[in-house]
């Protein structure tokens, strides 16, 4: 009886990290097909101000081309993210992450990261930080993923 | 078996190390995940964000101890970038 009660905390222990790690992945079935550009953001990442406009651009021009951007939301507080945006703004769909369940299923290794997924839902580049000079590089990324599957 | 594992006064100390054992499991990192440090980016949570207080702390250490230098910038702010 003791034996039991004594073996409950371990095991659920054990049993919660793998549910934990298994919750988190944001449901991207909904844009099979589609290049989907997934940027890690918060109000307190200040090259996020700077790839916003960018990520705007990106987004309008290649709508049509079946990419969708979607910026995830790290912020604990949603307050400071909608003060954040109502400054910059976005024309992309986004998604709010407060306990970090998506990131934590992305490990990544600092912010603001992007997380590249092809039209077959696989990721195929992951872009740490964002820098103004590697814009051409993160571009042709983008145009490369949706060159395939035309 | 278990019985027989876990009977007794090693019985006992069998089942404390197991306990410890798997709850150590659970601790992954030490340092913070990147998404959670938006407390480190605060201006208050820099380590040198007042650079008359560093000059004022430089010359005291300087002119009391002869010391100087010995400052390094890892491991604070938000990490970005």
């Known amino acids: 009886m003791p034996l039991r009660a004594a073996l409950f905390l371990p095991i659920l222990l054990i049993v919660s990290s793998v549910t934990a790690a298994s919750a988190g992945a944001l449901d991207l079935s909904a844009y099979k097909g589609k290049v989907v550009y997934l940027d890690f953001w918060a109000s307190w990442c200040a090259p996020c101000r700077q790839s916003f406009p960018w990520l705007n651009e990106l987004q309008d021009t290649y709508r049509k081309n079946g990419l969708v951007v979607i910026g995830v939301n790290v912020d604990h507080d949603r307050d400071l993210a909608d003060g954040f945006l109502h400054k910059t703004p976005a024309s992309f769909d986004i998604v709010y992450d407060p306990d970090g369940q998506i990131a934590r299923h992305y490990e990544f290794s600092g912010m603001p990261t992007s997380v590249l997924i092809d039209r077959d839902g696989q990721v195929r580049f992951v872009h740490a930080g964002f820098f103004p000079e590697k814009r051409g590089e993160y571009l042709a990324h983008v145009q490369t993923l949706l060159s395939k599957g035309l | ?81």
């Open chain 2, 1 to 81: 078996m278990s019985q027989v594992l876990l009977a007794g006064a090693k019985g006992a100390r069998r089942l404390c190390a197991f306990m410890l054992l798997t709850t150590l499991a659970a601790c992954e990192t030490f340092n913070p995940q990147p998404w959670d440090r938006d407390l480190m980016a605060k201006k208050v949570m820099q380590l040198n964000n007042n650079a008359v207080a560093l000059g004022i702390n430089d010359h005291i250490y300087f002119s009391k101890e002869g010391a100087s230098g010995g400052r390094s910038t890892a491991g604070g702010g938000c990490g970005c970038n």
